[in-house]
Every structure is written in C-alpha cells, then in structure tokens.
C-alpha cells in the first residue's frame, strides 16, 4: 500500500495525529495547513487522495473540492464538524467523493481511504484510450453544474446520473462492469437481478441520446458493461 495521500487541515495536532496514524497504515503522507501548500505539493507530487478540511481558513475546503474537481480527478474525502450538514452535501454536490466527521474514528477513516483508492486504482488500471469527454454531439457536458446544455436545451442530472457519466466520459473506451458502476454511484454491491444501472443507463439515453434505442454515445458491451464512445479524432 504506497498510496499517496495529502492532508489539508489547519490545526496542526489533528493534522500530526492523522498523518502518524496513516503512516502506520503504510500509506505516504503529506501534510499541510492550506491551499497556497497544497497548490504547491499537487503540481510536483500529485496525491491519489485529499484529504481536506472543510472549515479552513482563507480558501476553504468547499471551494477546494470545486476547483480540484474542475481540473483532476483526486480522490476527495472532507473532514467535517458535526454542525456543518449543509456543507457536506453541498460538498458532495461539487465532487466530493466522500466525507468523515469530526471528532472521527480513525479505522472508520483509513477504510474510507481504503476504498477511495481502490476505486482510483481500478479506473486506473483500465487505462482510457481517450482524453475524458466533456463536449460530444450537440452537448457540452457541465460537470461543476452537473447537468448537459445543448443549443436547445438544459439536462438536469440526479446525483447518480452525474456519478455514472462522469465515470464514463471521464474514460471514453473503457468498459465498466455493472458491478463496478454500482459502487461508483454509491450502492455498493450489486444484487443478483439488481437493474439500477441499465435503468440509469437508460434515463440517460434518453436524455443525450437521439435514438436512445440505438445509442451513439452510451454503448452496451454485451457481457461486460457500458462504456462511453470515443469521440472521433480522439
């Protein structure tokens, strides 16, 4: 487990405390107590996962989770306080992939940080043959709003609908089991006759897709999954 992992909080014993305790747990640890550090250790030793407190002071956490997701795909895990609700799910709205709540149980913590990067790793591993898509056919897909405009029209996402593009265009060619787009969209996993995902898939269809029963963008691979088409010239 070499992962790297950095940490944005601004009180320095909680900050010390987290960074021993994940390094015990074998990961590589960075820890700093603002944005300006942060900036600095993404552009030249990019982390798998931040772990950002939502509560900092000048550029706080929210507006962090919103830029990051705009550029990157890091894992983003907030740590919270227990009257800050409201800005754990606007949090999540913006990106975030999961949060904790402080004061937190530290194995409760390292098992959210065990998932998070399995899950990068898996995206990962399945290498894309494509840059991720964020324009295609008559659509321009809006991932800080989270929803598709076009000329004609504004698409609206639910959160799981955002989840499942989002994976899918974010890796154009990429096949992703229904198993694993189960996980992705946050209902861990997949039952035997569970359909969730080809209803979602289908939702989608109907909102981007021309012919949603001949789909162009969102394609079935049969006995494997869905996967997003990789945009000519890519």
Not at 203 to 210: F, G, I, P, T, V
Request: glycine share 10%.
């Amino acid at each position: 487990m070499t992962g790297h992992v950095l940490i944005v909080e601004d009180d320095r014993v909680t900050r010390m405390r987290l960074a021993g305790y994940l390094r015990e747990q074998g990961y590589r640890v960075t820890e700093v107590a603002d944005a300006e550090a942060m900036q600095q250790v993404i552009d030249t030793d990019p982390p798998e996962i931040l772990l950002l407190d939502i509560g900092l002071g000048g550029k706080d956490g929210l507006t962090i989770t919103r830029e990051q997701r705009a550029r990157s795909r890091v894992g983003i895990i907030l740590l919270t306080s227990r009257d800050e609700q409201v800005d754990r799910i606007v949090g999540l709205e913006m990106g975030a992939d999961d949060y904790v709540t402080k004061p937190f149980d530290r194995r409760e913590l390292a098992a959210r940080i065990k998932n998070l990067m399995a899950r990068i790793a898996d995206i990962g591993q399945s290498a894309p043959t494509a840059a991720a898509v964020d324009s295609f056919g008559p659509w321009h897909f809006d991932r800080i709003r989270r929803r598709l405009v076009s000329a004609a029209r504004i698409e609206p996402l639910s959160g799981q609908e955002f989840d499942l593009l989002d994976a899918l265009a974010g890796n154009p060619g990429v096949v992703f089991g229904r198993a694993r787009l189960s996980e992705i969209v946050g209902r861990g996993d997949l039952r035997p006759g569970d359909r969730t995902i080809d209803v979602l898939v289908g939702r989608l269809r109907r909102k981007l897709e021309a012919d949603p029963a001949n789909p162009d963008w969102l394609l079935t691979r049969a006995g494997m999954g869905y996967c997003f088409a990789v945009p000519e010239g890519s």
